[in-house]
């Protein structure tokens, strides 16, 4: 293997200057450039041993995580301590404070206690970065125009929506939801295609343990209707054995919206959405 000493004659007598030039500051292509040098194995001999100036290095974002995670731990704080103070990872703050010694053991009850509130930051920071990538795919949409709501509501009465069967003719246009949204964008896109408030009917379906008057009043303030669109509720049987998760104040049942004199409009729905397939149908 060659000898980089002997491939430079003058390599005795660059090394000062190489290293008076990185204790100055100067980067390596910097030093290369000034003494004329095109081997890097050259150069690193010449280097050998002296540390980079503190500007070449890369930032590193979690330095001072790094530096406040030894601080927490010297003053006796667990691994699950500092991460409920900082919100890094176990693993990370392992790395950094393995060197350490271990701090004095805790109870179980203290244990458990640090590892909850642990748990609960994670759920928290988990739960920002969710609500952060919500608004920013929200902001993404912006305003429809009324061929893509004419579209979005194709899809979203073919996937909600009543439909005919071979084995039962059924031409009507029965749409039924939970979600006060949906029924929104339902609504919308039913005014868009011009139908009249005049031919809904709306029907709510709730079980009958939750609390069917303010269910129905808050349909009735969601749609606007008037109260003689709304046909006699429909109650569900509670069934004492069945752990139901819709309970609660937020629980509303589902709202079922009924067009009048439909069968045309039904016709078209289901004209639209083969319409849809045949136009995804892209060739390859």
């Known amino acids: 293997m060659p000898n980089p000493h002997r491939e430079h004659p003058d390599y005795e007598s660059l090394r000062p200057q190489a290293v008076a030039l990185r204790r100055a500051g100067l980067s390596r292509r910097q030093i290369r450039d000034r003494l004329h040098l095109h081997n890097n194995d050259i150069l690193n001999r010449l280097l050998e041993g002296v540390p980079a100036p503190d500007w070449t290095r890369r930032p590193n974002a979690k330095d001072d995580l790094r530096a406040q995670a030894r601080e927490l731990r010297k003053q006796g704080l667990t691994y699950d301590q ?27 009850e203290e244990a458990s206690a640090i590892a909850r ?69 339902y609504l919308a896109w039913l005014r868009l295609l011009g139908v009249s408030a005049e031919r809904l009917r709306f029907h709510v379906h709730i079980h009958e343990s939750a609390d069917v008057g303010a269910a129905e009043q808050f349909w009735a303030d969601l749609t606007g209707a008037a109260p003689s669109a709304f ?42 959405w083969y319409g849809i397939v045949l136009g995804a149908e892209r060739p390859t």
């Open 82 to 108: 500092i991460q409920v103070e900082l919100g890094c990872s176990k693993s990370s703050i392992s790395l950094w404070v393995r060197d350490l010694p271990k701090p004095p053991a805790r109870t179980r």
């Open 117 to 185: 509130r642990g748990w609960e930051a994670t759920l928290e920071r988990r739960d920002v970065v969710r609500r952060r990538t919500k608004q920013a795919a929200t902001s993404e949409i912006g305003e429809l125009t009324d061929r893509e709501l004419f579209l979005i509501g194709v899809g979203l009465y073919w996937s909600e929506g009543s439909k005919s069967k071979p084995y039962r003719r059924s031409e009507r246009v029965i749409f039924i939801n939970s979600d006060p949204d949906m029924i929104r964008v």
């Open 231 to 272: 046909g006699k509720t429909t109650l569900k049987k509670h069934n004492p054995k069945t752990v139901r998760k819709n309970v609660g104040a937020d629980y509303h049942g589902c709202l079922m919206i009924r067009v009048l004199q439909c069968a045309e409009l039904y016709r078209r729905i289901e004209g639209w």
